[in-house]
């Protein structure tokens, strides 16, 4: 394969970070996903465009309450999915960095996930895990782009490749015990991604992950969606079922 210098460049990041994060290859397509968001929000909660985009994603919790986000999101997970072209603008956003890193030959997961995740609410954790713990294909990919500025306890967490190695050959070790337990035995070690709006994060879900309680002022917005070769080993997610 020959890649350019700015493509091998990925390629090196991506393996020794265990992620890359780079500017949105199609800024056109991230607008139209965030304005869709937005007015799908707008729709749902009987809103008037008054309020920026912005504004209105950031301090949304300002709008719905804890107990109804999970219904919140479900509806607007229904809605963008619905879109004729959502999967379409979001390939368009990564696609340079997916067929540099996977190729050109794609299956693309069938629904875009949201996570929404309020300040300081505990109801929308994801606790430290990977997912080819419960039997995803390693050769998956993960893009997470999200449509807020996310920073700090507003986004997510990775474990670099280093010290995966070391959690993963200590794993017996660890068996039984608690989720929380778990990251406290490597939150020194997690790296915080900082990906900004109009960047976009491509990360190897095989390396643990997750977030915590979201410490600051505003709300994250981020979807992730999973991309692999067609001719790679499928997991229990399989071809026209999930991708």
């Known amino acids: 394969m020959f890649l350019s210098e700015y493509e091998q460049q990925v390629t090196d990041e991506y393996i020794r970070n265990g992620y890359t994060i780079q500017k949105a290859a199609d800024l056109n397509s991230l607008d139209w996903i965030k304005e869709s968001i937005a ?19 950031n301090q949304i919790h300002k ?18 999915n619905s879109l004729k072209d959502f999967r379409y ?26 996570s929404i995740q309020f300040p300081k609410d505990d109801s929308s954790l994801l606790p430290v895990h990977s997912d080819t713990w419960s039997g995803d ?8 782009l999200p449509i807020v500025d996310c920073y700090k306890t507003k986004s997510m967490y990775l474990l670099p490749p280093n010290s995966s190695k070391k959690l993963i050959s200590d794993f017996k070790n660890q068996s039984g015990i608690s989720s929380e ?3 406290q035995s490597i939150s020194k070690d997690v790296q915080w991604l900082e990906v900004k709006y109009g960047e976009v994060l491509l990360f190897d879900q095989g390396y643990p992950h997750g977030n915590r309680v979201n410490e600051e002022s505003d709300t994250r917005w981020s979807m992730n969606c999973r991309f692999k070769s067609v001719f790679t080993p499928y997991g229990d997610k399989k071809l026209g079922e999930f991708f």
């Open 39 to 57: 007015n799908i929000v707008r729709n749902i909660l009987g809103l008037s465009k008054e309020k920026s985009s912005d504004i209105l994603l």
């Open 63 to 80: 709008k719905v309450s804890v107990s109804d986000l999970n219904s919140f999101r479900l509806k607007v997970i229904q809605s963008m």
């Open 89 to 114: 603008h979001y390939y368009k956003v990564a696609k340079p960095y997916l067929e540099t890193l996977v190729g050109n030959e794609l299956s693309m997961q069938l629904r875009v996930n949201l």
């Open 137 to 144: 294909s390693p050769y998956e990919i993960v893009v997470w």
């Open 181 to 183: 337990d778990l990251f």
